[in-house]
């Protein structure tokens, strides 16, 4: 066994070597003050210098200190090694820190009193600050750039957001960045296709009263609303609705009493299943890969237009990492080098599966993840002839993580002594359980017209989709989801000047998840994908769309609990109890148990057991008990 060992003119060091040599146990000792800090990133990085190098290239089976680190904790949590500490100072402060639920800890101390203080159980729980939404609306003047040509007719357009800078102060957060918004038209004269692109800057506020310049942001957005229309051949107005959607969580560590060590003090217990939230975090995704053009394509010239989008994700945790399989979902418009040939179009399918490192993600977790396309790019390389035929994609998805795992915890719900008074200090804590975990489909087919007075559609290049979930309700069979799927599908027709034209369109939703026993007391998790989306002609008029959009949703029972937070005890009411019988005939009433009829008379459980003869826990209204004092 190899041993790392952290000290600091520590008592006792010398003693603790001496008997690791004589196991025969290898160890490595580094003399350092900075490990009795909460947090330093100069001991992190000597952590990972040490820890790295071993012994004799082996690496550490645990760490060991005096008194406890929670640096040292945690550096141990982030590498899964066991983390030994032997605490003399009584009472040590650091022992309150949150870092003593980490599960790589083994802690030793000699003190009863604080033993009995953390003799808890801890659960982490994410809980609401503040949130707020707030629109940015955009209503400009777009000048078309002197190198682009003149525009005939609008064929499509698309936008994005790029968030530069988001700034939290007090009571408010700033947002900095730009809305990107991409137009693909048709030239007045010539009548070829083209594509621009106009950033307009985005300076937004959104209040959030509470909040301060540490708490962390999770920030969503959606375009509500674009369209873009030509004021004359060279000028364009683009207007667009942004609603911003931020929330504020902050970390609950909630202390569950689970037992009193005093053997003369009778507890009362309930086993419970409660979420605790082990992963919480923000971390990105980067997809790369080259698509490389058939032989009967041309080169590109002029790439005009591409979509890549993320389908059928899976996402499952595993130990310190978490998997990530799915499809990217490409389409791309280009112009070759030779005149005579048309605009080309491709679409592809494109399988990836990765695995990200994720400290503290384990295989039985329960994840919400939120997944959203931060940057979508593709380059033209040449290939290895030189010729413009490698189209290489580059995707970046950020995971807004949330992983939870559902434990069970023997609750103490009330103590009492017959030799002494037990006051029983609570505290109010919101606690919550698993309801339901669902994966739901709902799927869609519908046709859609085609209203194209220039002529028959003869073929559709590509089709796209967002989901947008409008409201949700609560019935006692589940919760119904009522939304839409957003369209856009290009499509070419039987005119060889100006084939192109692209049309919107929506496809609304009702569907039931399934969530029994579901009620005010529950709140819920709930995220809404498009999983599949295909589109095919049906005749000249009308085109055929299927459509699979996932409903996944995790349900909590939230209730309130007068947790107890410490045990005063003192000297019996001795006035009190020399009132009391000292034998007492009881007839057991309606919702009496045991244990609540022996606090009442200060005697106890197996007392009341022993002296009535009794084979089993439970008694029935009516039943008489012979109750003996022991005050």
Known sequence: ??????????????????????????????????????????????????????????????????????????????????????????????????????????????????????????????????????????????????????????????????????????????????????????????????????????????????????????????????????????????????????????????????????????????????????????????????????????????????????????????????????????????????????????????????????????????????????HQGIEVKPDPDGEERILQVDVVLELNMKMYREEEHELLLDAYSPHKECVLHRKKEMLESLLVRNFSRCRLTDRIEVKESQGKVLQLCHSSGKVKVDKTRITDKGIVAEGIVALKILYIIGNDEMPFYSMDAMLPFTHLIEAEEIGKDCTYLLQADLEQLSTAMADGDEIEVKAAVGLNVLVFRQWEEQLIESVEEQPLDRKKLESMPGITVYIVKAGDTLWDIAKKFYTTVDEISGVNSLTEKEVKPGQSLILVRQG
């Open 1 to 374: 066994m190899n041993i790392l060992i952290f000290e600091y003119n520590n008592f006792g060091t010398e003693d603790v070597k001496e008997c690791l040599e004589k196991k025969g146990y290898k160890y490595t000792v580094v003399e350092t003050d900075e490990y009795r800090n909460r947090v330093s990133p100069e001991f992190d990085r000597l952590f990972e210098e040490k820890f790295s190098e071993g012994i004799n290239g082996e690496k550490y089976d645990c760490v060991f200190t005096f008194n406890y680190s929670p640096v040292i904790s945690n550096n141990c949590k982030a590498r899964n090694v066991p983390y030994i500490a032997l605490v003399y100072d009584s009472p040590q402060v650091l022992l309150y820190s949150y870092t003593i639920i980490n599960t790589c800890n083994y802690v030793f101390i000699f003190d009863k009193t604080q033993y009995m203080e953390l003799k808890k159980e801890s659960i982490q729980m994410l809980r609401i600050k503040n949130k707020a939404a707030a629109q940015a609306t955009f209503d400009e003047d777009y000048n078309v750039p002197d190198v682009k040509p003149d525009i005939g007719r609008l064929v499509q357009s698309k936008a994005d957001v790029s968030m530069e800078e988001v700034r939290l102060s007090e009571g408010r957060a700033l947002l900095k960045g730009t809305l990107n918004a991409d137009l693909l038209y048709v030239g007045e004269k010539e009548g070829r296709i083209y594509s621009l692109s106009a950033k307009l800057p985005l300076d937004e506020m959104i209040n959030l009263e509470g909040i301060e310049g540490g708490d962390k942001l999770c920030l969503k957005w959606e375009i509500e609303d674009l369209s873009v229309h030509m004021i004359h051949s060279r000028k364009l107005n683009i207007k667009a609705i942004v609603t911003f959607y931020a929330v504020v969580d902050e970390l609950a560590v909630v202390e569950l009493p689970v037992s009193a060590e005093d053997q003369e003090v009778s507890v009362k217990t309930e086993k419970v299943r409660l979420m605790s939230l082990r992963v919480h975090k923000k971390d990105t995704l980067r997809i790369k890969d080259d698509i490389t053009l058939a032989s009967n394509r041309p080169n590109v010239e002029n790439l005009l237009w591409y979509m890549a989008e993320p389908r059928n994700l899976d996402l499952r945790p595993g130990e310190n990492k978490l998997r990530v399989k799915g499809e990217l979902a490409v389409f791309l418009l280009y112009t070759g080098y030779e005149e005579e040939n048309p605009p080309q179009w491709l679409e592809y399918t494109m399988p990836f599966s990765n695995e990200m490192e994720c400290s503290g993600c384990m295989e039985d977790l329960i994840p919400h993840i939120e997944v959203s396309l931060l």
